[in-house]
């Protein structure tokens, strides 16, 4: 990682150094940890110098080599974790001479920090909501929101010389909370996996797998998920003995065992299984080993996991929330609700296909992330957005991906 480079004079149309700024680099950032990860490295690869900075919790010291050959820097949090607050992260942006800065995610201390390095540089700065701005988003904890709204996060999303959206539907909600400037809609990516097989993972149920992996937190639709599929082995009980479900990931807020007793309260053990979280190639396993996969999402910028599943040619069930319509328009997924009754009819439905029909929607979900969520095709776009913004956002050279 590079550090302290001099000074540019402010307003600059050079553009060579990056700094990207994130709550986490660890698992604890949910999705964050691949999609802001493999971003970075993209943009390295494609000749960015790129300076990660972030704040340590629990996980950091566990995952950081993750991000090799990049070394982030890691401040020390002052106060709960929540609050995103640790000193020394202003000091390092102050002295890193970055051309632009992209801050990913909001409602934290480290917004001011960013806003500072803006007022006493001059220099641009891209903010990307990850979907913090989707009207379920804002409605959840909500008060601490309008709180850090009204003490710095408006006016920081305010002076941003660009705003960054995953889709055409995060870019909307984004214009309906009244801000005004440029948006970037640029989807998150997916590598493509060899075809090595590994193996299957311990304790991995018999016949197909339905798989869901992410976070375990109210806003998946987890709960709903298990409700219908207890109503689906009572209502095709031929077809739940052909499938398994695994939830997979890791506690967000004691959620987990709420899931546990709700399994074993609809007698669903065996059938539902829950192995914990998965990472490196005990995730590439599982994604390997499933049949299918599941987001019952409420609220997604654009899940990462999905792109991962239909990159392992996997059939994919969503809801609209998931905010990816080229999988329902290219018949790569189907569209499921959070009602777990209708839910219920939809899974049966999908699981009901035919191996051939399950084959086919997955080899276009493949197809899919091949031809427009490459990485490297995603770093290109964020850096035509840089370079536009160190020129100062000229109206006539505006990026094709601008709105």
Known sequence: MTAGRGAKEPGSAAFGSLGIVTGSVSRRAGGLFNSVRHSALALRDAGLSVDVLSIRDGFTDEDLSAWDPLAPYVAGPVGPGALGLAPSLGGRLRDGGYDVVHQHGIWQAYSMQVGAWHKRTGRPYMISPRGMLDEWAIRNSAWKKKLSGALFEHRH??????????????????????????????PN???????????????????????????????????????????????????????????????DGGHEAVLRETIAER?????????????????????????????????????????????????????????????????????????????????????????????????????????????????????????????????????DCIV
């Open 157 to 186: 999303l305010r002076r941003a010389a660009c705003l960054h959206a995953l889709n055409r539907s995060e870019a909307d909600s984004i214009r309906s909370l009244g801000y005004d400037q440029p948006i970037a809609i640029i």
């Open 267 to 399: 007698g669903l053990g065996g059938r539902v299984v829950m192995p914990g979280s998965l990472f490196g190639d005990e995730k590439r396993a599982a994604l390997s080993h499933a049949s299918a996969f599941v987001l019952p999402s409420y609220s997604e910028g654009l899940p990462m996991s999905v792109l991962e599943a239909w990159a392992y040619r996997l059939p994919v069930l969503m809801t609209e929330a998931c905010n990816i319509p080229e999988g329902f328009a290219d018949g790569a997924a189907v569209r499921i609700e959070t009602d777990p009754a209708a839910m219920c009819g939809q899974l049966a439905e999908a699981l009901g296909r035919d191996g051939e029909a399950l084959a086919g929607m997955g080899a276009r979900g493949r197809l899919l992330v091949e031809r427009r969520f490459s990485w490297p095709s995603i770093a290109a776009r964020h850096m035509e957005v840089y370079r536009w913004m160190t020129a100062g956002c000229p109206a006539g050279d505006r990026p």
């Open 189 to 251: 990516g997916a590598d493509l996996p060899d075809p090595a097989t590994l193996a299957r993972p311990a304790g991995w149920p018999e016949g197909k797998v339905l798989l869901f992996i992410g976070r375990l937190h109210p806003k998946k639709g987890i709960m709903e998920l298990i409700e219908a599929w207890s109503m689906l082995e009572q209502a095709r009980p031929g077809l739940a003995d052909e499938w398994s479900l695994v939830i997979a990931g890791w506690d």
